[in-house]
């Protein structure tokens, strides 16, 4: 057994993280030497305190979500813990991977109702534009005057296309009618001044085009797009877009 | 030397942000959770920023996993010492503990084996910090379920160990100690006779709660920063007060938000008990020199 300090640090943190310890199954584990003469009964009740604050962070990104779960939400929460470490302190990298493992659990087993999917996709794009920081605010200026510069989406327009159209769920709440079944494509913002995220539906040009602009691009090489200058302006004039300084 | 009253304010929740604002009077000082800052978007990040100037601010961090057996992030300490430019803090405390290692984050406070050897990493460590930082350094004594069976030092003397070779500040977290001396059956009086005199330079006041558990020996005290300040760390506050004059004394409370008006008594209850201790002691300043 090593005696150095990291690999006993990393020992513990691997054994608070486990679900054995966590579910009650610690009995079944083999006695790691690394934490030879460290009270069991008091890891398992660190690991505890320091899961439930990860699922806190989780909880408070998804709360639709989880109204949604119903009574999966246990099994579900056990399931998600068992393949995702704990890997930072962060509340919306702690969501992203909880969205990731959604999305990989939906894949092999479709979940009820069909629209869940949807519903979390926009509470993690919620999520993502309140977490975005300061963004130097770049007006589009006359388009017509010398070179244009380079454009990318704002951080805090995150698009978003969804199967059915749940925008009702997010106004009224859990409890209402089904959402109807409709493509729909969503950008989910959160403009300057504005204290909650807004989801408006945009035209299929918008959306393909705001899905086109996730790095700098140049204007020019979009040429192809019909009215493409007026199209940037309202852009621009829905802080949808900005321009490199 | 002058006789000088601590400031007394609560850390800084953006889940109270209003409550906070419309009591702003209350306070002497108000302390920021930098990793709250760095982790925040544009409204966290604003509302921070919006109190800098308005009351006095001390910086506290949650991120830096000092007592991690490998070399400190550059890149988070980069942000801090940014943030902290930004901020302009009087100070900036951590823990003296650690949360993580490569690729896996706990996020939560464990405990450091109290040897010398790990002493004299945090020392370095610490050192480096000090040098990356423009203003006074500070770590916390914090509350642990457990110990490690190799620890050969009592939490005093790794606490004295540590900060006389740092000349960083202890930011004692007199609800911590209260608890670890529940748990591990020491005298929290002695513990303060032990340390340093001088040595303490912010006091952190919570109210945590008891959990009994199948499997544990008896109950457990713990940190939960959810109810208000006890009693005996009230006692604490002014027997440590008698050998220590720190700069800030900060109320912290993560839950129950809904009885938040439970500071403002426990605000009201600390500045009873300097009353009745501030003629007893003297400050020469309030922080030491920057680095």
Redesign the interface.
């Known amino acids: 057994m090593s005696n150095?300090?990291?690999d006993?640090?990393?020992r513990?943190?691997?054994y608070?993280?486990s679900a054995g310890i966590l579910f009650g199954e610690e009995a079944d584990m083999p006695a790691d030497p690394a934490l030879?003469?460290?009270?069991?009964?008091?890891?398992?009740?660190?690991a505890r305190?320091?899961c439930n604050?990860?699922i806190e962070k989780v909880l408070a990104l998804f709360p639709r979500t989880f109204d949604f779960l119903g009574s999966d939400r246990k099994l579900i929460l056990r399931e998600f813990i068992e393949v995702s470490?704990?890997?930072?302190?962060?509340?919306?990298a702690n969501g992203r991977q909880f969205s990731e493992f959604l999305v990989a659990r939906w894949h092999l087993k479709p979940p009820t109702p069909a629209y869940l999917p949807d519903v979390a996709a926009c509470e993690l794009a919620i999520a993502e534009?309140?977490?975005?920081?300061?963004?130097k605010l770049q007006p589009m200026g006359n388009t017509c005057d010398g070179p244009k510069r380079n454009i990318r989406r704002r951080r805090t327009a995150v698009p978003q296309r969804c199967y059915y159209d749940i925008r009702s769920i997010f106004d009224i709440g859990f409890g209402g009618l089904d959402p109807p079944k409709r493509e729909t494509r969503l950008v989910v913002t959160?403009p300057a001044g504005i204290?909650n995220p807004q989801i408006l539906e945009v035209s299929p040009t918008v959306f393909d085009l705001l899905t086109l602009l996730d790095d700098w691009t140049d204007p020019n090489t979009l040429g192809t797009i019909n009215n493409l200058e007026n199209l940037l302006g309202d852009l621009s004039a829905q802080a949808f877009i900005e321009v490199e300084s | 030397m002058r006789s000088l009253s601590p400031a007394v304010g609560i850390g800084y929740r953006s889940a109270i942000d209003e409550w906070t604002r419309a009591h702003l009077g209350d306070f002497d000082v108000l302390e920021i959770t930098l990793d709250a800052y760095l982790g925040g978007g544009r409204g966290v990040r604003s509302a921070i920023y919006d109190l800098v100037g308005r009351i006095p601010l001390t910086a506290h961090g949650i991120g830096l996993s000092i007592g991690t057996d490998a070399p400190l992030d550059e890149g988070y300490l980069d942000e801090i010492a940014e943030t902290i430019e930004r901020l302009k803090p009087q100070a900036y405390s951590e823990h003296l503990a650690f949360t993580r290692v490569p690729h896996q984050d706990l996020a939560t406070l464990l405990p450091l084996p109290k040897t010398e050897a790990v002493a004299a990493d945090v020392i370095a460590k610490a050192q480096y910090v000090q040098s990356r930082v423009p203003v006074p350094f500070l770590l916390e004594n914090i509350s642990y379920l457990f110990d490690w069976p190799d620890s050969t030092l009592s939490d005093a003397d790794f606490l004295n160990l540590i900060f006389g070779e740092t000349q960083a500040g202890l930011l004692l977290d007199l609800e911590n100690l209260l608890l670890n001396s529940h748990n591990h059956r020491f005298n929290p009086y002695e513990f303060l006779d032990s340390l340093t005199p001088g040595i303490v330079k912010e006091i952190h006041l919570a109210g945590g709660m008891s959990i009994d558990e199948d499997g544990l020996a008896r109950p457990c005290l713990v940190d939960s920063h959810s109810h208000p300040v006890p009693d005996e760390a009230l006692d604490l506050l002014e027997y440590a007060l008698t050998r220590h004059a720190p700069a800030n004394i900060i109320i912290e409370r993560d839950a129950r938000f809904d009885a938040v008006s439970e500071l403002l008594d426990d605000i009201a209850r600390v500045r009873a008990r300097l009353a009745n201790t501030v003629g007893n002691f003297h400050v020469q300043s309030t922080f030491g020199s920057a680095g």
């Open positions: 150095r300090l990291l006993r640090q990393v513990l943190l691997e608070l993280s030879q003469g460290i009270d069991r009964a008091l890891l398992r009740l660190e305190s320091a604050r990860r470490q704990p890997t930072t302190m962060n509340s919306i534009v309140r977490n975005v920081a300061d963004e959160l204290c």
